[in-house]
């Protein structure tokens, strides 16, 4: 079974900065991609970076610039840096592997986290 678990969100201020977590554990063999989303209320989950295997990052337009996506591959591990921080970017981020392997060729399979709470406000 694998599990993902985020880390780090709470109250700041806007122009501030925050460090998310994500650590996935099981029995993983390999992981594809590792996403971060986030969801507002009333709005729909929207996806904010993604970083995949071979190092390869992608961002929102929204974000750009502002947050950094990196991985721990040895340890299943990924951060999500943000830095002046808006408003707009109150909402829960979820940490989502993609194409997760297990065992002995089980998968690929994704996996969501339980969410993270973010809030930005003076």
């Known amino acids: 079974q694998v599990q993902l678990v985020e880390s780090g969100g709470g109250l700041v201020q806007p122009g501030g900065s925050l460090r998310l977590s994500c650590a996935a554990s099981?029995?993983?063999?390999?992981?594809?991609?590792m996403d971060w989303y986030r969801q507002a209320p009333g709005k729909q989950r929207e996806l904010v970076a993604v970083?995949?295997?071979?190092?390869?990052?992608n961002y929102a337009d929204s974000v750009k610039g502002r947050f950094t996506i990196s991985r721990d591959g040895a340890r299943n591990e990924m951060y999500l840096e943000m830095n002046n921080m808006k408003p707009e970017d109150t909402a829960v981020y979820y940490c989502?592997?993609?194409?997760?392997?297990?065992?002995?060729?089980?998968?690929?399979?994704?996996?969501w986290g339980q969410g993270t709470q973010v809030t930005v406000s003076s």
């Open positions: 989502k592997a993609e194409g997760v392997i297990t065992g002995v060729g089980v998968g690929p399979y994704d996996y």
């Open positions: 099981g029995s993983i063999v390999s992981i594809y991609a």
């Open positions: 970083i995949a295997s071979d190092g390869g990052t």
